[in-house]
């Protein structure tokens, strides 16, 4: 069974930093993409942040390039999402998912983490 769990989130004031955790069981990074993505107050549907391809590789969407890193472990089958600089709009629910491919469709990831609530303050 393939697990996700998140943690880490929390408040913090604008210009902070935080680190999301994403525990992952039941798979292996070798054959999946991870990403983190971001659902922001009163905002329908997620917004994919960044991904990391099962080669390593790594994308950043421009609202969060320079500012935010998403690495792993994957004798721990750990992944984080260090996050600097934070703004106010980063404010939102942040899932760490994964699927075959690397995507920016949202839907196409087929595992999901419960969530971590991350609140900047201004």
């Known amino acids: 069974e393939v697990q996700l769990v998140e943690s880490g989130g929390g408040l913090v004031q604008a210009g902070g930093s935080l680190r999301l955790s994403c525990a992952a069981s039941?798979?292996?990074?070798?054959?999946?993409?991870i990403g983190w993505l971001r659902q922001a107050p009163g905002k329908e549907r997620q917004e994919v942040l960044c991904?990391?391809?099962?080669?390593?590789?790594?994308y950043y969407v421009d609202s969060v390039k320079g500012r935010f890193t998403i690495s792993n472990n994957n004798a721990k089958n750990t992944v984080w999402l260090q996050m600097n600089s934070l703004k106010p709009e980063d404010t939102g629910v942040y899932y760490c998912?994964?699927?075959?491919?690397?995507?920016?469709?949202?839907?196409?990831?087929?595992?999901w983490g419960q969530g971590t609530q991350v609140t900047v303050s201004s």
């Open positions: 998912v994964a699927g075959p491919i690397a995507t920016m469709r949202v839907s196409d990831y087929d595992y």
């Open positions: 991904i990391r391809r099962s080669d390593g590789s790594t």
């Open positions: 039941g798979l292996t990074f070798d054959d999946y993409a």
